[in-house]
Each structure stands twice: as structure tokens, then as C-alpha cells.
């Protein structure tokens, strides 16, 4: 609740009360934004993204979607995640009716650091979660260089 108290600052600071106004609305936009199971065009999957000398991998939380439903694309260095969502809930018992539709899309992109073997991109879809592994290409490899002695 401190965020709803009075700030103790020069009030005569022009700069400073800008600042904090700019701050206040940031987090008030962040907050809607971030909200968990929200299906507007603010939603965005969680991904996570770990490197290894080879290739990338990449894990995206995507949890009611249907395989059918996902997209990927690589083009040069970039992946492309888009998928779209359309559920449809309904109860029907002794003199109650409940109907219930979430209807959402995203398009995720991330630029890797190397450009990406495209051709040999493997993904698979399992309990909610997408794993990606995306191969870097041969020239962006780290290469071992044999020292020799003299």
C-alpha cells in the first residue's frame, strides 16, 4: 500500500513530479497487461530461451492450445510463434445454463544473435508446452582451435 502514499520530494520539482506520474501510469499498464489467462491482444506465451555451443532451445508455455493451432517459422535468424485459440464451455443442468467462450491469438517473435539452420529446426508439443530446438548454422558454431607448439 505504499504506493498509495504521498511521496516526500521538493514538490517545486517539475522533472521529479513527471517522473513519477510516468511511473505510476507504466505500472498501472503493466499490471493490465500481465494479467494471467487474459486472451486479449496483450497476451504473449512465456518463453524460455537457453543456448548451447550448437543450437538454441526454446520453451513456450502454451496450455489449452491444440497442435493444429501453433505456428512456426524461422526465416535468417528469426522465429516466429503464432497460435490461436478458440474454446467453447458449456453446461447444461436441472434448470441452470452456463456458456462460456475465450476466443484469442498471439504472434511471438525472437531474433537470435547467429543465423539458424531453418531446414533442421525440430519442435514437439507435449502437457502445455512447446520445446524447440533450433540448430545454429555452421558458420556461427564456436570452432576448438588447436594451439601448436614450437
Known sequence: M??????THDLWDPFRILEDFQHDINRVFDRSLQRKGSWDL???PDIEVREE?????????????KKEDIKLTVDGNTLTLKGERKSHKEVKEKGRYFSERTYGSFQRSVDFPTELQGDKVQAAYKDGVLDITLPKSEHAKRKQIDIKVQ
Open 2 to 7: 505504499d504506493e498509495l502514499m504521498k511521496r
Open 42 to 44: 496483450g497476451f504473449q
Open 53 to 65: 555451443d550448437d543450437r538454441y532451445l526454446v520453451s513456450a508455455d502454451l496450455p489449452g492450445f
